[in-house]
């Protein structure tokens, strides 16, 4: 079993910058595909990017637009987001965890965590 929890999040500024964190437990995730999701209020889960298992190759939603770049560290079995030129419509709760590809999409591959908070005022 694999535990996430994900730390970072906070109120930030238009503008602004926030690195997310993602802690793993129960057993290494270093041979896995990790990415983040969001979830705005009233709307469902969305992917926002995702990190091959070989730390080598990156994928992002379109919304990203360059602004947000994933990095893991396989020794410490954390994942990061680091999160520039945030705006208002970036608000919502992100949340890690592993991911599979299916028809060129991804999706959840695992338990989540509880996520952690991003607002981001005008």
């Known amino acids: 079993q694999v535990q996430l929890v994900e730390s970072g999040g906070g109120l930030v500024q238009a503008g602004g910058s926030l690195r997310l964190s993602c802690a793993a437990s129960?057993?290494?995730?270093?041979?896995?595909?990790m990415g983040w999701f969001r979830q705005a209020p009233g709307k469902e889960r969305e992917f926002v990017a995702a990190?091959?298992?070989?730390?080598?190759?990156?994928y992002y939603a379109d919304f990203v637009e360059g602004r947000f770049t994933i990095a893991r560290d396989n020794a410490k079995n954390t994942l990061y987001l680091q999160m520039n030129s945030l705006k208002p419509e970036d608000t919502a709760v992100y949340y890690c965890?592993?991911?599979?590809?299916?028809?060129?999409?991804?999706?959840?591959?695992?338990?989540w965590g509880q996520g952690t908070q991003v607002t981001v005022s005008s």
């Open positions: 965890n592993a991911v599979q590809r299916r028809d060129n999409r991804w999706f959840p591959n695992g338990s």
């Open positions: 129960g057993r290494t995730f270093s041979n896995y595909n």
């Open positions: 990190l091959s298992w070989s730390n080598v190759r990156t």
